[in-house]
């Protein structure tokens, strides 16, 4: 090829003259754009410009970095070096920058605390992001203006600083300690102070001037000396917990003399041991958890304390020994759990739960001192923790007296063997077992707790006494005999029983009549003085036993539920006349006609039976009836009729064995009806007597009879939603309309009927919707009482449900059942207003 040399140098030449008009614009740029006097979108632009001229690429820009809201950063404890100083604004040299809102926001909540102190006593400026105590409480007097109108909402004084009664100054940081003018508080009953990082409290200058002082709560701080003695002897609480501390008194340890104070917590510190003189007779909660005390419990601090302890809480410490806590007669809950315990501690019968986890104990001989001398002794301990010890056996002796024990958590221990009297503990429901060297026993035994209590019981007979479950083969007495329910667990279901909704669930237990051990404690008489223990009992389920006679509901007087399915009950007692009962299921029984018709289920008349007046839901399927009590039709509530698979032919009103039976006029608040599973053939006059006396009806099934003939008077209830007529030997309608939905089968027949019969059936089912079925004025008046005691009763029944909703110890289970319940109840009130308002018209 052939190089052109004299073109070359030209385009070098023109090469070397752009770049220096490119250099030299650049510099005319940043000369402009460095200048004051050009604006900030003119630089920008000049800036981009100068690049394009360049040839390049627009410039990316560097993000100006962002500042932390002062406020966000203080709140969150931020300390952003980007914040501080005082900058001015870009555009705007020489402008301060606005107030912190922080600063307002704080300055705000002070005031507002002093105002509520003026007119309440009480101040609380917890979490004001304080540093110090603002001057203004400790003078609020000053610069107070009093409004003198008789106004209501006018107290017409002001509160001054000597007349406070609560100082709350929690979540600040006041490293400085505690202002010592808090003394001149003179009035004041509750001082808190948690998290406040104070490492130092004047006792003296402060706290020994506060004589009405009453609790004292500095938890959460990095205090290292606390003064008990100083503290006026009206204290009644005192929390130092979540501190260093590492002695409570002074250097020559005075003795502490606090005789009203209830709870002192001093859990996790550094404490190495307690005081041994203090004299604090009133002493309900000692709570020393967390700490390094390595000596044993002082023994003088348990006989000062021992009449009023409830709760000792000495868990992860260095405790080799605990004196005997046989004399704390109130003591409920012991935890010395993560010690270095040899021997159990000895505690009294009255202790529910013991946590001795993670020690190193060998045996629990010793357990209950009472024992020796009480061979009756029983304990009502509920929870045992044993695990983490180095336990080798379980004394038979110590079980034998665990009659209320609920849970057992002997795992990971040394144990080789189990003795058979575990199996015979009435309340036993788990027992933790992993962890262990049993070999007797099968691995999957000792997960299943009923399993492996069965088991054991096998292989002993049971312990004497009347509180154990019983053997194997236990010896049955007649008249209520229990064989998967003792008398041990008899206290276990009553409890159960009076909480919650209220239920006492026998189902399953293979019972033939009420046991006495239970009965016994049913006619019990309750606590607080309302009554017995089964008037409290609302709901009982006895399905699936073997149950002839119910005679036992005399005790149950409160009762509102009862399913007594699947037993042998041939007749109903006359004791259920005065049970308010609302929903009564006896399927499956042997129930026959006559026992229902003379039984107080159809008693309404003169006495009036509480029972027939309440009556809602009643369901009799399954049992022998062969005709029908015309007597069912006069309850008044009745709104749930189940008689499906009985042996009824015929619903046509006359007479069997002098008792009024068939279909007869009445069910007036009926929403249900199951005729399933009989044998009618004849409806008699149940059509009309449907349209014109049950307005409200929504289910029907008449599913496998022998019909033979629908009856297009049918049609015209037009409120049903459910209505069933398969399975009858019928040729009238096609199947294909039968499984149609309601609505399209109702159309169906009501288009079978002529237009006069039409009419005449719509003017009666009108004549029902709109107004009360037809009777004498003394019937209407029953029925209205009726109305106005089931809406009494249901009132009663939604405002105790309320009531138990209060309850804080409720379990999600619990409430979600009683809300359910009430939403039930509320509908049935809303029902009943309504057939009431209808027969007033």
């Known amino acids: 090829r052939t190089l052109d040399i004299g073109k070359l140098e030209e385009k070098s030449g023109s090469s070397r003259e752009a770049v220096g008009t490119q250099r030299r614009q650049r510099r005319e740029s940043a000369v402009l754009a460095a200048s004051p006097a050009t604006p900030k979108r003119a630089r920008a632009a000049v800036r981009m410009s100068s690049h394009r001229a360049a040839g390049g690429q627009p410039a990316v820009t560097r993000r100006k970095p962002r500042r932390l809201n002062p406020a966000f950063a203080s709140a969150h404890g931020i300390n952003d070096s980007k914040n501080k100083g005082d900058k001015t604004r870009p555009g705007g040299p020489g402008r301060r920058p606005p107030p912190s809102r922080d600063t307002d926001g704080r300055k705000k909540k002070v005031d507002v605390a002093i105002r509520t102190a003026r007119s309440s006593g009480k101040m609380n400026l917890s979490d004001c992001a304080l540093s110090r105590l603002p001057d203004e409480i400790f003078s609020l007097r000053t610069n107070v203006t009093i409004d003198l109108s008789l106004s209501i909402d006018n107290p017409g004084f002001a509160y001054g600083e000597d007349e406070v009664t609560l100082l709350d100054i929690s979540d600040n940081s006041l490293a400085g300690g505690i202002d010592e003018r808090v003394s001149n508080l003179t009035s004041l009953q509750i001082l808190r102070a948690r998290r406040c990082d104070v490492a130092e409290v004047p006792w003296r200058s402060v706290v020994l001037k506060l004589d009405n002082l009453l609790t004292l709560d500095l938890a959460g701080n990095s205090l290292s000396v606390a003064m008990l003695e100083l503290l006026p002897v009206t204290m009644r609480e005192v929390d130092l917990s979540n501190n260093s501390l590492t002695r409570i008194t002074g250097d020559d340890e005075p003795p502490v003399v606090l005789p009203s104070l209830i709870r002192l917590d001093l859990a996790n510190n550094r404490l190495n041991k307690l005081p041994m003189r203090m004299e604090v007779p009133s002493l309900r909660h000692l709570i020393f958890a967390g ?244 008037g409290r009992v609302r709901r009982l389920v006895l399905a699936r036993n073997s149950v002839e006679q119910l005679d036992f509901l005399a005790v149950l007087t409160g009762l509102t539920y009862l399913d007594a399915g699947q037993n042998n009950v041939r007749d109903l007692p006359d004791v259920l006349a005065k049970t308010p009962i609302v929903e009564l299921r006896l399927a499956r029984n042997q129930l026959s006609s006559r026992a229902i018709a003379g039984s107080p289920t159809c008693r309404v008349g003169d006495p009036v039976s509480t029972f027939a007046t309440t009556l809602s839901t009643l369901d009799i399927s399954g049992n022998g009836l062969e005709w029908l009590p015309g007597a069912l039709s006069t309850l008044p509530n009745l709104s749930t009729l189940i008689l499906a698979n009985n042996n009824l032919t015929t619903l046509a009103a006359g007479t069997s064995d002098g008792e009024d039976s068939g279909w007869q006029k009445g069910y007036t608040s009926l929403e249900t009806l199951n005729l399933a599973g009989n044998n009618i053939s004849n409806l008699g006059d149940l059509p009309i007597n449907l349209i014109e006396c049950c307005p409200l009806l929504r289910n029907l099934s008449l599913a496998n009879n022998e019909l033979t003939l629908i009856p297009p008077e049918l049609g015209v209830l037009d409120s049903l939603t459910s209505f069933d007529l398969t399975g009858n030997p019928q040729r009238g309608v096609r199947m294909d309309i039968l499984c149609r939905r309601a609505s399209d089968q109702l159309a169906y027949l009501r288009s079978r009927l002529g237009e006069n019969d039409l009419q005449s059936l719509e003017s009666k089912r009108k004549a029902a919707s709109g107004t009360a079925p037809s009777g004498d004025v003394g019937e209407e008046a029953d029925a209205s009482s009726c109305s106005t005691q089931r809406i009494d009763e249901l009132r009663r029944s939604i405002e105790d449900i309320t009531l138990q909703l209060n309850n804080v110890y409720l379990t999600e289970a619990k409430k979600y059942a009683l809300k359910k319940e009430m939403k039930m109840l509320k509908a049935s009130l809303i029902k009943v207003e309504r057939q009431a308002k209808q027969m007033n018209r």
């Open 291 to 534: 700490n390094e005390i390595g000596e044993e419990f002082p023994d003088a601090l348990i006989r000062e304390c021992g009449k009023s302890l409830t709760t000792l809480d000495g868990q992860r410490n260095k405790l080799h020994r605990v004196p005997s806590l046989v004399g704390c007669k109130r003591l409920r809950v012991v935890d010395f759990g993560d010690n270095a315990l040899i021997d159990v501690p000895q505690i009294g019968e009255d202790v529910i739960e013991l946590n001795l986890v993670n020690n190193k104990l060998k045996s629990i001989g010793g357990l209950f001192a009472e024992m020796e001398q009480s061979p009756d002794f029983r304990s009502k301990l509920g929870e045992l923790r044993l695990r983490g010890n180095k336990v080798e056996s379980l004394d038979p002796a110590i079980v034998r007296c665990l009659t209320s024990v609920a849970f057992l958590d002997a795992s990971m221990n040394n144990l080789k063997d189990l003795p058979s009297v575990l199996g015979y503990l009435p309340c036993l429901r788990r027992m933790p077992l992993e962890g262990n060297a049993i070999r007797s026993i099968r691995a999957s035994l000792l997960t299943n707790t009923p399993a492996l209590m069965k088991f054991l019981r096998g292989r002993d007979s049971a312990p004497p006494g009347d509180d154990y479950l019983a053997g194997p083969d236990p010896a049955g007495s007649a008249g209520g005999a229990l064989t998967k329910v003792e008398v041990g667990q008899a206290k276990s279901l009553v409890n159960s029983a009076l909480a919650g909704t209220f239920t006492l669930d026998l189902s399953g237990k293979e019972l033939s009549n009420m046991p006495g051990a239970l009965m016994a404690e049913l006619t019990a008489d309750c606590a607080n003085g309302g009554g017995t223990v089964g």
